[in-house]
């Protein structure tokens, strides 16, 4: 009998955590990109209705920048879930993993050719999960879906697990921090409705100077340009871009390194679930940052136009304007 119950839960192992009873095709997330073939990914999957099940943060010192999530019992099924995945896919190997209340992400190598993609490994794992949080009364764990990226570039992957690491402290941060981090809709600036992230009191700052450098400076002209930007940072002024051209982007790099205030605006709108990454984050966190979107957000690459380009320096021309004595 023992041995009969033993066998019925490797053979349910089996079954969902190789992707049995689901369609044998995903939507693959990127157009072209084979995800049979080797490659490192990146996924994240978040927990149906954003529901806290899987651990609790915790803090300890803020002074070394100190946070973890403790997981649920739930929780730790979902590690146990995420480890057993070779065991069904032998060509994927778990990089690492990141616990947080209501997601999940996690780096996958693939490391060689698979007959499945990487959706069915994927799905087989959430089935797993799913599996435990109904045998545990929560029902349905994982939202539908999930996102993933392809770590190809130099450097990414270290990166990304930085990323994955500082996930919690960030979580911290942005819960006794909230208004650096909350997206607000239909901000009028001038005759734009906008979107914005960070503090918002940046566009009431007196002193903004609006930074606009020709494609065409060279590289002593930019070296020029970022030294009087960063001396009107030193006195007081908050810095104002769309970061387009090499010349801005420079300024906009020292301006962080630097600690400047900073206006950004973006090309590109906030997703339903943004979050600042990396420098963006930091300056959120110090209030020294704030994000203006004119437009929705997008999942496409795209080229920027020149009507965009021209729109959105019009754009911070009218936020510099606005409260400048």
């Not at 590690?79 to 947080?100: A, N, P, S, T, Y």
């Not at 990487?118 to 929560?138: P, Q, T, Y």
């Not at 006195?235 to 390194?257: D, F, Q």
């Amino acid at each position: 009998m023992e041995e009969n119950r033993d066998e019925h839960r490797r053979r349910w192992w089996h079954d969902y955590m190789c992707g049995a009873h689901m369609e044998p095709s995903m939507k693959r997330r990127k157009r072209g990109h084979d995800y049979r073939k080797r490659c490192i990914y990146m996924i994240t999957l978040v927990v149906e209705g954003r529901r806290p099940l899987l651990g609790t943060l915790r803090y300890a010192d803020e002074e070394h920048e100190r946070a973890w999530v403790e997981p649920s019992e739930l929780g730790r099924r979902v590690l146990e879930c995420w480890k057993r995945i070779k065991e069904f896919h032998h060509e994927m190997r778990g990089i690492d993993v990141q616990l947080m209340p209501d997601h999940l992400h996690g780096i996958l190598f693939m490391t060689r050719y698979s007959e499945q993609p990487l959706g069915v490994a994927v799905n087989g794992f959430k089935h797993g999960c799913n599996e435990w949080s109904r045998n545990l009364g929560f029902g349905l764990l994982w939202e539908a879906g999930y996102q993933d990226t392809i770590l190809s570039r130099r450097g990414q992957l270290d990166v990304m697990k930085a990323y994955l690491h500082d996930n919690p402290y960030r979580l911290w941060v942005k819960r006794h921090r909230p208004e650096f981090f909350v997206q607000q809709h239909g901000v009028q600036i001038g005759d734009d409705a906008v979107t914005i992230a960070g503090n918002r009191f940046l566009l009431d700052h007196p002193d903004k100077a609006l930074v606009v450098c020709s494609r065409s400076l060279s590289e002593r002209d930019i070296d020029e340009r970022v030294d009087y930007f960063m001396r009107r940072a030193l006195e007081g002024a908050v810095l104002v871009s769309a970061c387009i051209s090499p010349g801005e982007k420079a300024v906009m790099r020292a301006a962080y390194e630097h600690g400047a205030r900073m206006i950004v605006l973006l090309e590109n709108g906030f997703s339903q679930y943004w979050k600042p990454g990396g420098r963006q984050f930091d300056a959120c966190a110090g209030g020294r940052l704030l994000l203006v979107a004119p437009w929705p957000h997008h999942n496409e690459r795209r080229v920027i136009t020149r009507e965009q380009c021209l729109l959105l320096n019009d754009l911070a021309r009218n936020i510099v304007l606005s409260n400048n004595e």
